[in-house]
């Protein structure tokens, strides 16, 4: 297995760039998850260490060796696609086996890799069947299953369960997370746009935006310190809430003063000379407390509530042109609907903005 080094790696198409300035080291073992909205050049970025897009700035390295020019088959990597792409008048078996035969592997080697993929796959009893008899998630197994046998040094991965249904993507997800777990040693790349997926897989998390990286780390630092206002936004579901306000007390923690009337005090240390400074206050929705005191961060009126078992999501009435508010409280409150409610948060639950999208400290 190996590691990948991206220094200055940047992409265009004529004079568009879609690309710019992607610097990042992925270890050895490392689960890496490409994250971000349609667009934003993740699938690009991902062809591009493949071998399928031409680089057009910047240098790639695997395993300490440049291989901006040299062809995917030379790489030593191997790709699931969105698309199962299997051969339909083969058998699983003759899947999983036609790039060992096209590399000139013996039947017994061939045969013996086969069926330990088959194993780890949970694919025995389907070796002998065409693609047309399999679900879709055994479909997607056995794509992942002919880039095992191969014994890549990077494996990677093109939103391989955005076809499934939402019940066999939970499966499938979790089988994915069961086969790193096999393979410790596995270099993985991982592209979606579903957030639970890049947060319940990832080693660590690359949030790409506007052309570049907006952050790179484990799942709960993207989580917990979002080092600005997308990536708080983009992580988390529901997304985060951003209020506008004032610092008016500064030192160990900071008391806000917000625009439609509540205060909050994070527990966030500031200068003297930060009072007065304009910034957004930002809380999850799963952060709020309801609360029937003088102190509050947010009040308004519950517009919808959704029901959801373990929890309630609350949406409030939208105030002009930010997006409405929302809540989210264990258990079940259907009883809000309509209701005007106070809500608050604990300190350490807090975060500032300023500038418009930086964090105020890290």
């Known amino acids: 297995m190996a590691d990948l080094r991206l220094k200055d790696i940047a992409k265009a198409y004529g004079e568009v760039e879609v690309l710019s300035n992607i610097n990042l080291d992925i270890k050895k073992g490392e689960l890496i998850v490409f994250v971000g909205p349609s667009g934003c050049g993740k699938s690009t970025l991902l062809r591009m260490i493949a071998g399928l897009e031409r680089i057009t700035g910047g240098d790639l390295h695997i395993d300490g060796m440049r291989v901006n020019d040299m062809p995917p088959a030379q790489r030593g990597i191997a790709m699931v696609f969105?698309?199962?792409?299997?051969?339909?008048?083969?058998?699983?078996?003759?899947?999983?086996?036609?790039?060992?035969?096209l590399a000139g592997k013996s039947k017994q080697e061939t045969e013996q890799a086969v069926n330990k993929a088959a194993d780890m796959l949970q694919l025995g009893p389907y070796l002998d069947r065409l693609p047309k008899a399999l679900s879709g998630g055994q479909r997607q197994r056995v794509a992942i299953g002919r880039s095992i046998v191969r014994d890549p040094k990077v494996y990677l991965f093109d939103?391989?369960?955005?076809?499934?249904?939402?019940?066999?993507?939970?499966?499938?997800?979790?089988?994915?997370?069961?086969?790193?777990?096999?393979?410790?040693?596995?270099?993985?790349?991982?592209?979606?746009?579903?957030q639970v997926e890049a947060m319940t897989l990832a080693s660590r998390i690359v949030v790409l935006a506007g052309g570049g990286i907006s952050q790179v780390g484990t799942p709960l630092e993207l989580y917990q310190k979002p080092h600005n206002e997308f990536v708080a936004q983009f992580i988390g579901s529901p997304a985060m809430n951003l209020l506008p306000g004032e610092i008016v007390e500064t030192g160990e923690t900071t008391l806000v003063r917000l625009s439609d009337g509540g205060q909050a005090r994070a527990a966030i240390p500031t200068r003297e000379a930060d009072k007065g400074m304009q910034v957004n206050l930002g809380v999850r929705p799963e952060d709020v407390i309801v609360t029937e005191g003088d102190e509050f961060l947010y009040r308004g009126k519950v517009e919808i509530t959704e029901a959801l078992g373990e929890l309630t999501v609350l949406y409030f009435e939208k105030k002009g042109e930010a997006p409405p508010f929302l809540g989210k409280l264990p258990g079940v409150h259907a009883q809000l609907r309509g209701s005007p409610v106070k809500l608050r948060a604990e300190p350490e639950n807090l975060h500032l903005f300023h500038e418009g999208t930086s964090l105020l400290y890290r």
Do not use: C, G, W
Not at 167 to 192: C, F, G, H, N
């Open 82 to 101: 969105q698309s199962y792409a299997l051969y339909p008048h083969m058998t699983v078996r003759e899947n999983m086996a036609f790039a060992l035969k």
């Open 159 to 194: 939103e391989p369960l955005s076809n499934l249904d939402a019940a066999l993507r939970v499966a499938t997800r979790i089988e994915i997370a069961q086969l790193k777990e096999s393979m410790p040693d596995s270099t993985m790349i991982y592209v979606t746009h579903d």
